[in-house]
């Protein structure tokens, strides 16, 4: 069985090839007993000259996508991170608002000490990325 995966699908030949791969993948597994959850594989086409082509794995069509979210980092096909920066600001606003609600001492290095334990972790995640 061969897998090609991290190719890029622009033609015909390349996606007859991952419709092949994927019903490869789906023979392997019912092959070795580790039954796939379709409902949860999805599709992201990515790039202004993709085709967009439907995609089947053990009779069910994969669904389409244009954001997911996997380890709260959101993936969106344009890959612009507007979405994954808001909510970011979001969380850490929501534990700013929980600091001022529940916490009487307000020194400033008892504040400093919450920032960076509670709020800063959440602004810095996947960040690198």
Same mark, same amino acid.
């Given at each position: 069985?061969?897998?090609?995966?991290?190719?890029?699908?622009? $033609? =015909?030949?390349?996606?007859?090839?991952?419709?092949?791969?994927?019903?490869? &993948?789906?023979? @392997? =597994?019912? #092959? @070795?007993?580790? +039954? &796939?959850?379709?409902?949860?594989?999805?599709?992201?086409?990515?790039?202004?000259?993709?085709?967009?082509?439907?995609?089947?794995?053990?009779? $069910?069509? !994969?669904? $389409?996508?244009?954001?997911?979210?996997?380890?709260?980092?959101?993936?969106?096909?344009?890959? /612009? @991170? #507007? /979405?994954? %920066? %808001? #909510?970011?600001?979001? /969380?850490?606003?929501?534990?700013?608002?929980?600091?001022?609600?529940?916490?009487?001492?307000?020194?400033? =290095?008892? !504040?400093?000490? +919450?920032? /960076?334990? !509670?709020?800063?972790?959440?602004?810095?995640? %996947? %960040?690198?990325?």
């Amino acid at each position: 069985m061969i897998l090609r995966f991290n190719h890029v699908v622009n $033609s =015909s030949t390349g996606i007859e090839n991952l419709r092949s791969d994927l019903h490869n &993948l789906v023979a @392997w =597994s019912n #092959e @070795w007993q580790m +039954l &796939l959850n379709i409902e949860k594989y999805k599709v992201m086409h990515v790039g202004y000259n993709n085709p967009k082509a439907d995609y089947v794995m053990d009779g $069910s069509v !994969l669904q $389409s996508v244009s954001e997911e979210e996997d380890l709260e980092v959101i993936m969106t096909d344009d890959f /612009k @991170w #507007e /979405k994954q %920066c %808001c #909510e970011a600001v979001k /969380k850490a606003n929501r534990i700013l608002g929980m600091i001022k609600r529940n916490f009487t001492d307000r020194s400033q =290095s008892t !504040l400093i000490h +919450l920032y /960076k334990s !509670l709020v800063r972790p959440h602004l810095e995640y %996947c %960040c690198s990325v």
